[in-house]
């Protein structure tokens, strides 16, 4: 039966099949050093995209050396500074982190994203795996935070997960959130690893703990859609994120420094479905990417596919008449696919070949 992927294509859709994950991209940190055709880093405290302490009043100052790989394991530790690190608006900041993020290296629409994190015990302590919309607008474009946790005085025994919505630009009064938090029953996520995830599909977005389902969130769940605002995550590409961050309010006298996070792996699977859809297709696209065979497509909505490698060289130039056709010749590598719809739209896209 044809294969009929509903990640690429923005649907308006009714999913009525079974899961297939397919793991699309991928890091278990091995090596010794953050692979950085997969991830970049945030430095500094935000003041050079005219952002205080990233937005949140956050006291720490991000750098590249603050992560770590051994083992097949990151390490982001944060540390005392007593020097101070001075930021673009002359700021001192007494404590360093390292955030990670996939912008302008990979992002992607739908599916399930995971990620094994051994979290952080002490006050002050700001931990998060979450995403952002490439060139988006904040909260107007959204916010998905799949695994957020507060230290306290005591034991990291709460994780939560939430989604932003709101106008651009921001307002107190029209920026709202839905979220929720699940508690550990001993013990706090610090003493070992878990899992966090989000299976994402128009639509809906379901967070989970462990692979036990904790909140589920659709357009419905948000009263002020649609009067005011648009439910804005069936748009965009999205790009992954994980920091440890120091709040606003600090640590106190029993925070230990240095301490740290660990990720075992970060993880995104898309759905491929041999079960029937029901669906009306709003735009045309590609999937998956990245990939090492095959791209499917929608043969009723393009007319011709170009691939190009990065120096503008003409690499494949077809006509359209099936749901997929054959990448296998080209090499490990990015390139620049432009798709030709039967209506004389053109489309420019970035394709990552395994």
């Given at each position: ?194 899992t966090y995830s989000i299976v994402w599909k128009p639509d809906t977005i379901k967070w989970y703990v462990d692979e036990v389902e904790k909140f589920v969130l659709t357009p419905s769940s948000y009263f002020s859609i649609p009067n005011q605002h648009e439910w804005p995550f069936n748009s965009n590409e999205w790009y992954i994120m994980i920091n440890l ?60 596919v170009h691939i190009h490698d990065l120096s503008g060289k003409l690499l494949l130039k077809k006509i359209i008449n099936d749901d997929y056709i054959n990448v296998d010749f080209l090499n490990s590598g990015i390139y620049i696919v432009t798709i030709k719809g039967k209506d004389g739209n053109k489309k420019n896209k970035k394709l990552i070949i395994k």
């Amino acid at each position: 039966m044809r294969l009929l992927l509903s990640f690429c294509f923005c649907l308006i859709s009714h999913l009525t099949f079974s899961q297939n994950w397919q793991i699309i991209w991928e890091d278990n940190f091995d090596g010794s050093q953050l692979d950085l055709s997969k991830w970049t880093h945030d430095i500094g405290s935000g003041s050079q995209f005219g952002l205080w302490g990233w937005g949140n009043g956050e006291l720490q100052f991000y750098q590249s050396q603050n992560t770590e790989l051994e083992n097949g394991i990151a390490t982001i530790t944060v540390k005392e500074e007593p020097s101070g690190l001075v930021d673009s608006w002359n700021n001192s900041f007494y404590y360093s982190s390292s955030k990670i993020t996939t912008k302008g290296k990979f992002d992607f629409r739908y599916g399930k994203v995971e990620a094994r994190i051994k979290s952080i015990d002490g006050q002050g302590f700001w931990p998060a795996f979450w995403m952002l919309p490439t060139n988006g607008q904040w909260p107007c474009d959204g916010e998905i935070d799949i695994m957020e946790q507060w230290g306290n005085n005591y034991l990291t025994n709460s994780t939560t997960g939430a989604a932003h919505i709101g106008t651009c630009p921001y307002s107190q009064a029209s920026h709202f959130y839905q979220n929720f938090s699940s508690y550990i029953s001993s013990g706090s996520y610090a003493d070992e690893f878990h899992t966090y995830s989000i299976v994402w599909k128009p639509d809906t977005i379901k967070w989970y703990v462990d692979e036990v389902e904790k909140f589920v969130l659709t357009p419905s769940s948000y009263f002020s859609i649609p009067n005011q605002h648009e439910w804005p995550f069936n748009s965009n590409e999205w790009y992954i994120m994980i920091n440890l961050a120091i709040t606003q309010d600090g640590p106190n006298l029993n925070t230990v420094f240095p301490n740290q996070i660990e990720i075992d792996y970060v993880r995104v699977f898309q759905d491929i479905s041999t079960s029937s859809l029901n669906y009306e297709i709003k735009d045309f696209d590609f999937f998956p990417n990245p990939t090492k065979e095959k791209l499917y497509i929608n043969k009723n909505l393009i007319q011709s596919v170009h691939i190009h490698d990065l120096s503008g060289k003409l690499l494949l130039k077809k006509i359209i008449n099936d749901d997929y056709i054959n990448v296998d010749f080209l090499n490990s590598g990015i390139y620049i696919v432009t798709i030709k719809g039967k209506d004389g739209n053109k489309k420019n896209k970035k394709l990552i070949i395994k």
